[in-house]
């Protein structure tokens, strides 16, 4: 009796420690959201099993509702992204019954929150996936659904979407390269006036010398520009003017923007009949412009040049045969690895221009992370290489030292470029870090603008501007007439300098490092760009030992000595140093 006493003792014992070692409140956490979660499950379940119900609106907010609780009140745990990635499918099957585009937008909205907030998670790429079917079969814009199926082979290749999303990437890429350049956006009459495109906005960024203008559109559309002279008796100033056909103005656009840069007066937008959109510039003091359009999101780009050049500048560029925008020179179509810089005796070489002040794009950041794997992500790592750039070229160079982005926060490409412009920097540094489906890849390639017909050039540019293949190949006709050998030749030479300096620097102190050597490719990022601009790729995050590498201090070091040693070689070559 007295055994069987000691028994029971120690087994009572036992339970009311195991109690007093676990926390009521997880036990308690796990169990509510996990049984909300259920509840939630319940009522969908229901809700398909029953035609009649399905009709009512009410009844799929309810189910939404209960699934919003979980994700919620327990946004932490493991129910969380299973209960937002039902809500978004239960968004998408109310919008079968209602046809409203708030519903489809908010169903695109949840399947974009779980691959931004639960990126870890098995749900992650399902989501991603979702994103392209939405674009492909409700949207009918096949442009970003194949950019939302790219998506997910860049950002989860070891998901088990990504079969999936590369056969619907092959299902979209003979259409994509049969199209006209126009991205075929259906845009949703419901959500905009009579089926037209919305003009959203307009930005723009400006000096005495330069001016970026970059009209926002809510979809891709034709347009024709056209430049009208001053006319004195009706005192209008010239005028350079774009219609954008089948658009209408939005109500939140600000239809009238003062810029008095020295350049521009004024620029403005008016629905000019009722499918037509005028985007008026009153100039003020113009000697050359240019007007290209870029993708996802569609926006249309207006560079205006003018005064403020030295003499011998101004007669160096007037005299040069391949300064003008007009230029009829043939495209170069660009390599896979170029085999030396260009030899060409540049302009700036000419008129022995100074390097004084360079600006450093760190790329991606807020809302768009660049590549990731592991919870490691792109925009992380080259914000803070370059903060370490930036110090050691102010320290060892002396030049000012500008970053397009100080912290986590989302810029357009187009933005980065305008914002180099404006500073009048002499050299501009894109840092990336690369990602391939092949884990076993890796190296450093350092990039200049141009086209590029080698498919992985090709890929790279597509990830990085976040477009198609489709859309990179329509770059073609837009770099025929932005692209000046000037340009080109000290772009290149820069680039050879960075990727020689870089390979030698790392090989000093790793054991391998694999030269992927300078390639041409259209970068948005420097499309326009008024100075030698190239785009490094300084390693691959998919690869286990270069991501080691990207998150070292070390390597930051390395890179950035590397960096500085060949700007100060590129400054010497051009013969205004030692």
Known sequence: MKKNIGYTVLILFLIFTFIGLTDPRQCSSAATSASLLSNADQCRKALYKSVSKMKYRHNWLNCIGKYKTTYTKYSSSSEAPWAMFRAAGMYLGLYGYSGASGDLEKGLELYRNVVDRYTKHRVADDAQYRVGEIFYKYKKDSTQAYVEFLKVEIKFPSGDM????????DKLSPALNNGNGISQKVVDVSSSAKGLVAVKDIRHWSTPTYTRVVVDVDGAVKYAEHLLKADSKLNKPRRLYMDL????VSSSIDKYIPIKDGLLQTARAGQYNKSTVRVVLDINNMDDYKIFHLYDPFRIVVDVKGGGRTPAVAAAVKSSPSSRSTSTRPVNKGMKRTKSPDGSISLARQLGLNVERIVIDPGHGGKDPGCSFKGVYEKDIVLKLAK?????????IGCEVFLTRNTDIFLPLDERTAFANVKRADLFVSLHVNAHKRSSV??????????????????????????????????????????LNTKITESSKLAYDIQNSIIAGVTKSHKTIKNLGVKQAPFYVLIGAEMPAILIETGFITNYTERQRLQSDVYYGVIARSIVSAIDTYIKSIGIGG
Not at 162 to 169: L, S, V, Y
Not at 245 to 248: K, N, P
Not at 388 to 396: A, R
């Open 388 to 396: 370490v750039v930036k110090s050691q070229l102010e320290k060892n």
């Open 245 to 248: 056909e089948r658009t209408f």
């Open 442 to 483: 890796n190296g450093i390639e350092t990039y200049y603008l141009n086209m590029a017909t080698d498919e992985e050039a090709v890929m790279v540019a597509a990830r990085e501007n976040a477009t198609s293949r489709k859309n990179i190949s329509d770059l073609q006709g837009i770099l025929n007439d932005l692209m």
């Open 162 to 169: 990504k079969p999936k999303a590369q056969e619907m990437m």
